[in-house]
């Protein structure tokens, strides 16, 4: 080994975040999903290791052949559906299930013949985010083409997305559950309402199948808390190391432009990480990292491969002592709080030349 930044990936701590989906919503069907290489994570070893879930949710086609490839039979869910005809044979011959959410889409499978494998199909309703899914008004007459399409079988329920369920004190979910309701034509239909923040916080949205994301990677999506406080593990650590620590002088700025200026003599660490492993370039002098498991501070700017440390509390701190930049013992919330982004972000943007090491327990 090289350049020591690496993201530490515990697949006994995701499985033990599906469980807390079980746990909180009992009986329904889980969509995991695993888009954008399941949050940075990985995404066949992660859809390895939920092969407990019902169905694995994706975003584009190229994600579920990436699983058909590697051997994974789980039912996959396209979560937006396709995007040009051409996937429709590859959708059949993958027995991919899809989301249709748009008149093009319904335009295309209507002249889709019926021979091969039907389509399952959710159809998605616009209760309030207003992204996708057709409007509460054009419900109605979009179910029954979706349901007279030859090569579509079966329909699988309405599905709606929740635009504000991380912030327990907003009226909006309440107001989107109340128009999916009005829209359902019977209680036989299925319903899929529910990311992690309806799991974790509105019951009420967790109808026939919820589709947990980020709290399967450990981080909690509600405002202000970390998914340690709802059970959950963290799932990625991202670590580095000390690759040189030098003795500054009171006055000496540390890093481009100079931003952070020694308030004495001390130590500063530099640690092998930096936004081309995608630490966030804004985390600001003060964002919290674990040096041999304690806490330290990040000063100055972050670089492209480098970040300094101030070292001050840890005075027998050596090159090649290890470096935590979130994970376990520091949790991702807090980092992305910091630099005014969201442990999404921060997963999603850890970039290909990070190793991704894979432990389980
Ligand atoms: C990404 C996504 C989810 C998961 O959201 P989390 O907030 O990560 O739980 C659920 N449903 C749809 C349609 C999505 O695109």
Known sequence: MSRAARAVVDLAALRHNLQ??????????????????????GLVPVAQALDDADVLGVACIEEALRLREAGIDTPILLLEGFFHADELPLIRRHQLQIVVHGEHQLAMLESLPAQGTAIPAWLKVDTGMHRLGFSPEALAAAWRRLDACPAVAPVLGLMTHLANADDVGDGTTRQQLARLAAVRPDPAVAVSIANSAGILAWPDSHGDAVRPGIMLYGASPMLGETGRQRGLRPVMSLHSELISIRHCKKGDGVGYGGSWVCPEDMPVGVAAMGYGDGYPRHAPSGTPLLVNGRRAALIGRVSMDMICIDLRAQPAAAVGDPVTLWGDGLPAEEIAACASTLAYALFCGVTSRVERAYIDG
Not at 22 to 36: L, Q, S, Y
């Open 20 to 41: 807390q989906v079980r746990h909180a919503a009992p009986r329904r069907r889980i969509i995991a999903v695993i888009k954008a290489d399941a949050y940075g994570h």
